[in-house]
């Protein structure tokens, strides 16, 4: 059997800046969303994460990460360069690809996709949440607290990458 594949991706911004080297005046943003859905709604540490979802076999990781962006959040995905933070694989197998992007986006106009589930559980009753029920900027400090522990080493390799590009 194949491990699920996921792929997804991290916007990034220094906001109020005119060039885009982070400085300790001027650090950087991290856009998370946050897990929609009965489960998540009361948690906040650890209950963040990198817009991503499941692709097959038919779809580039890359492709992928687009496309989850646009359902999740309900807006296009940015136009490049992607970064590649490479690949992680989770603790149940599913293998994460995810991008970063310099970007900038104003959360208030998310639009976010939904998913049905049986809730409460065992009660026969289907109902929609949406995917992630909001979007924030974060600086690193405050997403590292926010994101699932899982996804942390993608911040890392962010915060490397920008590090040695100026």
Known sequence: ????????????RQPG???????????????LGHMGGPLWERRDAGAWAIPKGEYGPDETPRD??????????????PEGP???????????????????????????????????????PKSGRTQEFPELDRVEWFTPAVARTKLVVAQIPFLERLLDVLAHEG
């Open 1 to 12: 059997m194949t491990a699920k594949r996921s792929a997804g991706l991290l916007l990034f």
């Open 82 to 120: 992607y970064l590649p933070l490479g690949e992680i694989r989770m603790v149940g197998g599913k293998l994460v690809t995810i991008w970063a992007v310099r970007a900038d986006l104003d959360p208030a106009l998310a639009v976010h996709g939904t998913f049905t589930m049986e809730w409460p």
């Open 17 to 31: 800046t005119t060039d885009d080297t982070p400085t300790a005046d001027r650090p950087v943003e991290i856009l």
């Open 64 to 77: 992928a990460a687009r496309r989850e962006f646009e359902e999740e959040v309900g807006l296009p995905p």
